[in-house]
């Protein structure tokens, strides 16, 4: 028979508890500020009686990624080496553990894995890690329903390294894609692919992607990123590029290399061509970036719109 513990051990469990986190607000740190949002994106919402109820990535995702921002400063401007570390070996059991779970309940990763363009794994210079990614995305399906374009079947897929238009197609394409959703309501218990989730001042606040309220009333019929409706999703995704890059976007440093083209060199009209050749290449980056005719054709099937 379990042995209860005495008032005095619980009291000392509750002191020892309790010391992570100041008795003040006003004295919590930075990093006491980063794990208490890590906390309450981990449990979503407060413990209670009632059951709790599943919140959509939108609510806790966010709270999530604030610890993540955290840690990620440290690393970078503190040259933190604790943090470089703690992050290291959290990644480490977060994938080691998703590894196992995967392989134990597949059927329940399924309907997620689907939707994504990318999965957490591991990596190495060994065969035995490729063959193992590449098993386990075939037993998850993975991108079996992307909304995106992907190298399943043989396909060609897009790259975001070598081409900056077509990185920012895939920013816009999520941001307009969070918002398309949400004014359709069709966010609630399906799950989104992990590029969804703008970073934005307000997440809920259409208006500061720079959309007008035309815009905003087109998102309630846009359907899904197709070779079709990519010029569609151009229309809202323009004005959302010029609220983010500015109306002299073409002086941005990621267009450096329009100015030094021969094409545009020594032409009194470079900076209109510039800006309009932008403007076409980010166009065409978002057929690219759309999916097969029938990966949308599986998306809508899944009642998805």
Same mark, same amino acid.
């Given at each position: 028979?379990?042995?209860?513990? /005495?008032?005095?051990?619980?009291?000392?469990?509750?002191?020892? $508890?309790?010391?992570?986190?100041?008795?003040? @607000?006003?004295?919590?740190?930075?990093?006491?500020?980063?794990?208490? +949002?890590?906390?309450?994106?981990? $449990?979503?919402? $407060?413990?209670?009686?009632?059951?709790?109820?599943?919140? @959509?990535?939108?609510?806790?995702?966010?709270?999530?990624?604030?610890?993540?921002?955290?840690?990620?400063?440290?690393?970078?401007?503190?040259?933190?080496?604790?943090?470089?570390?703690?992050?290291?070996?959290? *990644?480490?059991?977060?994938?080691?553990?998703?590894? =196992?779970?995967?392989? *134990?309940?597949?059927?329940?990763?399924?309907?997620?894995?689907? !939707?994504?363009?990318?999965?957490?794994?591991?990596?190495?210079?060994?065969?035995?890690?490729? #063959?193992?990614?590449?098993?386990?995305?075939? +037993?998850?399906?993975?991108?079996?329903?992307?909304?995106?374009?992907?190298?399943?079947?043989?396909?060609? /897929?897009?790259?975001?390294?070598?081409?900056?238009?077509?990185?920012?197609?895939?920013?816009?394409?999520?941001?307009?894609?969070?918002?398309?959703?949400?004014?359709?309501?069709?966010?609630?218990?399906?799950?989104?692919?992990?590029?969804? +989730?703008?970073?934005?001042?307000?997440?809920?606040?259409? #208006?500061?992607?720079?959309?007008?309220?035309? !815009?905003? %009333?087109?998102?309630?019929?846009?359907?899904?990123?197709?070779?079709?409706?990519? /010029?569609?999703?151009?229309?809202?995704?323009?004005?959302?590029?010029? !609220?983010?890059?500015? !109306?002299?976007?073409?002086?941005? %440093?990621?267009?450096?290399?329009?100015?030094?083209?021969?094409?545009?060199?020594?032409?009194?009209?470079?900076?209109?061509?510039?800006?309009?050749?932008? %403007?076409?290449?980010?166009?065409?980056?978002? #057929?690219?970036?759309?999916?097969?005719?029938? *990966?949308? =054709?599986?998306? $809508?099937?899944?009642?998805?719109?």
């Amino acid at each position: 028979m379990k042995k209860s513990l /005495s008032k005095k051990q619980l009291d000392e469990i509750r002191k020892s $508890r309790a010391s992570y986190f100041p008795d003040r @607000p006003e004295e919590m740190n930075e990093e006491d500020r980063a794990l208490e +949002m890590l906390l309450i994106g981990l $449990r979503i919402i $407060r413990r209670g009686k009632e059951n709790s109820v599943p919140m @959509p990535l939108m609510l806790y995702g966010p709270a999530m990624k604030f610890y993540f921002k955290w840690i990620a400063n440290e690393i970078s401007k503190k040259e933190n080496q604790d943090a470089a570390e703690r992050l290291y070996h959290l *990644a480490l059991l977060s994938v080691n553990n998703l590894f =196992e779970v995967c392989h *134990a309940k597949p059927e329940i990763f399924r309907p997620i894995a689907r !939707h994504q363009v990318y999965w957490p794994s591991m990596t190495g210079w060994g065969a035995d890690v490729e #063959r193992m990614n590449r098993a386990l995305m075939k +037993m998850l399906n993975l991108s079996d329903a992307a909304p995106l374009n992907t190298a399943r079947d043989g396909r060609k /897929s897009f790259s975001i390294l070598e081409s900056p238009e077509t990185r920012i197609a895939c920013n816009l394409w999520g941001a307009v894609e969070f918002f398309r959703r949400e004014e359709q309501g069709i966010y609630s218990d399906d799950p989104a692919c992990s590029l969804v +989730m703008p970073d934005l001042p307000n997440i809920h606040d259409v #208006r500061k992607l720079g959309l007008t309220d035309e !815009h905003i %009333k087109k998102l309630k019929s846009l359907q899904p990123l197709s070779r079709q409706n990519f /010029s569609e999703w151009w229309k809202l995704g323009e004005p959302a590029f010029i !609220h983010r890059y500015g !109306h002299d976007f073409e002086n941005h %440093k990621e267009f450096s290399g329009y100015w030094k083209s021969a094409a545009f060199k020594n032409d009194p009209k470079a900076r209109a061509k510039i800006r309009s050749a932008i %403007k076409k290449q980010i166009k065409q980056a978002f #057929r690219s970036i759309a999916p097969k005719s029938s *990966a949308v =054709e599986k998306i $809508r099937s899944l009642g998805l719109k």
